[in-house]
């Protein structure tokens, strides 16, 4: 086990073996710069940048971490990120007094969270939501093409995808306002204008890119996971009365585009290592360019909801990342096998990830099976969908023996719909 001299709760998401990156200013000092987490405190890395304590050859000479972003630090590359990580181990270990025995220096670099406020993380150029998880792909095909296979011919050859929209990417904490949109209501043949009934969330992760490649030059699928900076957790919200009647044939468009939240702290790689694990077989073998040993992460994965009435969430569904049956590097190589260029800052996320019980699936669709069970809660009140008012929470984290590597929570909170004091014609 690897100490840190600041005391860490054991089941703290962030200990010295997770160490990951984040922006934040000061209630004090509304500069955004690039941090790291300790516990329940914030390390500012452009402080100790700024003391040369960064002294590795990568960021000697860069004032990377005093950024508004962490782009530029994600486009350095992984020996860059693997200095980084290896100097902010050895200044907070225990057993090194350069930080641990100079209180004027600690006052500067050490801010209690309660004391910050984050942001987005990157500045987020381009964003693709996946479709990765069998078990989720195949409830909805149950749902929706009850007398077909569960799965299109396509989905077991080729992760399946779509362009998101990366302006409505949200920090947590963002409140949620209800579309309004197309709705095609059951048994009519003409469609209204309306607020969404069908709100859902989506329990997804997403990776951000970097370095990227050249427009022209595919990424390698074995060399994929050399251009993944980190993972978040992201609920992508989602209007399924406007998606219904929208999707056919072009796909996901406005019941998709009004909000994505993530959570604020990028948990890298290099920490997530220890929990890798082998994925689902793929069975047929995938094409050539997508042919990998199939790994992914370890990684716990828990909804809670609570309504106005509620005074504590309730745990509605567990899951796990190992559920995904296309990998991450599956998903970025596949992204750029025509010669798409990825960039630093962009954002890949997983598609719902949903388990193989009834309690493991990553959306309301599935947990209310599309509003044939109800869900019911502490309260007496029961939901197919969310109401103006529910608060969503999603968690995470890998468990190590006697420590956490985890990424806190994405939240949100439904507000009314966008038809309020807004005149439409």
């Given amino acids: 086990m690897v100490e840190s001299f600041i005391e860490v709760a054991e089941e703290s998401h962030f200990s010295l073996h997770n160490l990951p990156w984040g922006v934040f200013c000061v209630r004090d000092d509304g500069r955004p710069r690039i941090g790291t987490r300790l516990g329940d405190w914030v390390v500012d890395t452009a402080v100790l940048q700024a003391q040369g304590l960064f002294d590795g050859e990568m960021l000697r000479d860069t004032a ?50 309660t004391d910050v406020t984050m942001h987005l993380p990157a500045a987020i150029g381009d964003y693709t939501d996946f479709y990765a998880s069998e078990y989720h792909a195949a409830n909805v095909g149950k749902m929706f093409r009850p007398d077909d296979a569960p799965l299109l011919p396509n989905w077991k050859q080729l992760p399946v995808g779509y362009h998101g929209r990366a302006s409505s990417i949200v920090l947590s904490g963002t409140e949620v306002r209800r579309p309004c949109g197309q709705i095609l209501p059951p ?135 190992r559920h995904l049956y296309w990998s991450m590097a599956q998903m970025a190589a596949h992204h750029t096998i025509t010669g798409c260029n990825l960039r630093p800052g962009d954002l890949l996320a997983t598609g719902t990830i949903s388990g193989p019980t009834a309690d493991s699936c990553g959306s309301l669709l599935e947990l209310g099976w599309r509003g044939t069970r109800p869900i019911s809660l502490p309260t007496g009140e029961i939901r197919t969908f969310l109401q103006d008012g529910d608060e969503v929470t999603i968690t995470g984290w890998a468990q190590g023996d006697g420590y956490r590597v985890g990424f806190g929570e994405v939240y949100g909170r439904v507000t009314g719909n966008l038809r309020d004091g807004v005149s439409y014609t």
């Fill in 187 to 321: 048994g009519t043949v003409a469609p209204i204008f309306a607020p969404t009934a069908e709100l859902d969330f989506e329990l997804e992760m997403g990776f951000f890119i970097s370095p990227g490649n050249a427009l022209g030059q595919p990424i390698p699928v074995d060399q994929a996971e050399e251009h993944i900076f980190g993972l978040v957790l992201v609920n992508d919200w989602s209007a399924r009365d406007i998606q219904r009647w929208e999707y056919r044939p072009l796909g996901p468009f406005l019941a998709k585009n009004f909000a994505t939240s993530i959570s604020p702290w990028v948990v890298t790689l290099a920490a997530l290592r220890p929990f890798q694990t082998l994925g689902p077989t793929q069975d047929p073998t995938p094409l050539t360019y997508l042919q990998i040993t199939n790994t992914t992460y370890n990684i716990h994965l828990e909804i809670s909801l609570k309504s106005k009435e509620m005074e504590t969430p309730l745990v509605i569904s567990r899951s796990n990342m």
């Fill in 64 to 113: 990377v971490f005093d950024q508004p972003t962490l782009n530029a630090f994600m486009a350095l590359g992984a020996p860059a990120w693997a200095e980084a990580r290896a100097t902010l181990q050895t200044l907070l270990a225990a057993d090194n007094p350069t930080l641990r025995d100079n209180a004027a220096l600690r006052s500067q670099v050490f801010h209690p969270l």
